[in-house]
């Protein structure tokens, strides 16, 4: 059974820096297409940010490049979301996805990603 649990939302200032993190079980990370995607109130949800299984680059929203990276940690099966230069817009429900194979096409759509996390809230005062 595949469990994603995120961690590591908060409360910060505009400009500050806020570290995500997504641990995963019952699937191999490296073999797996890891993504972010955020939800503030009232909007759709959005995709963030993705690792892609095979070609192991790592793909953006314009909103958040150079402002926001993402990395796997193998050793702890662990998906971070480091997030510098926060804005106010960049306040929502942060949720991990994971697929086992999902083409290009798909990586920056909800739809390509079975397995998700219960989302982790990050707030970013103005």
């Known amino acids: 059974q595949v469990r994603l649990v995120e961690s590591g939302g908060g409360l910060v200032q505009a400009g500050g820096s806020l570290t995500l993190s997504c641990a995963a079980s019952g699937l191999t990370i490296t073999r797996s297409s890891l993504a972010w995607f955020r939800q503030a109130p009232g909007k759709e949800r959005e995709f963030v940010t993705v690792?892609?299984?095979?070609?192991?680059?790592?793909y953006y929203a314009d909103s958040v490049k150079g402002r926001f990276t993402a990395s796997r940690d193998n050793a702890k099966s662990t998906v971070i979301l480091q997030m510098n230069g926060l804005k106010a817009e960049d306040t929502a429900v942060y949720y991990c996805a994971a697929a086992g194979g999902i083409i290009l096409s798909q990586l920056t759509s909800q739809s390509g990603y079975p397995y998700w996390g219960q989302g982790t809230q990050v707030t970013v005062s103005s």
């Open positions: 690792i892609h299984h095979r070609n192991g680059r790592t």
